[in-house]
């Protein structure tokens, strides 16, 4: 087969760039499909579904005395007392106003450096260089990923029947007798009985759970639902009026289990200081690149978030 084909002379195009510039070269990571056997299943992150993430530069940090690192302060709604009925001619009692605030650390993701003899990459008839790259950015949303469900789990008292301390709620539950549609329901209380009283915006589950709604027959789910899951499996819709982001990272997301979410200016903020980047350089006829980013994320609000673990009937 003659090398003249697209993702060879995207090969030949890259060799030719890195060779036209010695100092190296930056440019934002892109997606591009070649014809390729694939031998694992990769996926977006679902941490940017969750809170959309909201571009930043140097100039929104904030400089701090106790650490060196990028640092954004957000600020809380503040509390008020609730008012109340008095006498004609009583004047009001008075408070004092303070807000509350919270800081958001910034890190960096990156991926391994791949490297390679220019003249070998030339021979690959596959964007080989774009294979990789594509793949270890979704490695690095993986990465994010795991650290927003360390987070949620931290907020929410680290164990199933832990109260969270700052709302005074039981937020991570489990609930017995499996995912029924009576169970479900239940589960949707959980965050709404804070006092906070946030509606669930979007639940998180694994592929695998996903396929218990499957079960459901029509008198659970009514209408021509039933037969659409029969038909056509589970597309990702509004049900129970939510969200269901349906993710294949069952090590983070464990089966049977559910994370739901609040709106999210509810919940947090998430922040990109530099998105995904590709690097690039040559070394004579050594080629090398690797993938990176800075963000910063954290959740502003425990009120926002909850989990839900269904547990078989004993």
């Known amino acids: 087969m003659s090398q003249n084909t697209p993702a060879a002379m995207s090969n030949q195009a890259f060799f030719d760039a890195v060779m036209s510039d010695d100092r190296g070269m930056q440019k934002q990571a892109a997606e591009n499909v070649n014809e390729y056997t694939r031998v694992k299943m990769r996926e977006d992150g679902f941490l940017r579904r969750i809170l959309p993430p909201k571009p930043i530069t140097a100039d929104d940090l904030d ?63 596959m964007d080989i260089r774009q294979v990789l790259s594509d793949n270890s950015i979704k490695d690095m949303l993986t990465e994010e990923d795991s650290k927003w469900i360390h987070a949620t ?80 499996g589970y597309a990702e819709q509004q049900l129970f009026g939510i969200k269901f982001i349906v993710t294949i990272k069952q090590d983070l997301v464990p089966t049977d289990t559910v994370f739901y979410y609040a709106e999210p200016k509810f919940l947090g903020i998430f922040m990109t200081l530099e998105d995904a980047t590709m690097f690039m350089d040559r070394r004579a006829f050594m080629v090398e690149f690797f993938c990176y980013e800075t963000i910063g994320a954290a959740i502003g609000n425990t009120a926002g978030c909850a989990r839900a673990d269904f547990v078989p009937t004993p």
């Open 63 to 125: 400089i701090q005395v106790d650490t060196d690192k990028p640092v954004v302060i957000m600020e809380k709604e503040p509390g008020s007392p609730p008012a109340i009925s008095v006498p004609f001619g009583t004047n009001p009692l008075g408070r004092y106003i303070k807000g509350s605030r919270y800081r958001v650390m910034f890190g960096r993701i990156m991926s391994e450096k791949f490297y390679k003899d220019v003249q070998e990459l030339m021979t690959y008839r």
């Open 153 to 232: 789990n931290a907020a929410l008292g680290g164990a199933a029947g832990a109260t969270v301390t700052t709302t005074g709620a039981i937020q991570w539950q489990e609930v017995v007798g499996g995912i029924t549609r009576a169970n479900v329901a239940e589960s949707l209380k959980i965050m709404p009985s804070t006092s906070s009283r946030l509606e669930n915006h979007c639940g998180l589950i694994n592929n695998i759970t996903i396929k218990d709604f499957l079960k459901w027959h029509r008198d659970e789910v009514g209408g021509d639902l039933a037969e659409n899951f029969l038909l056509n």
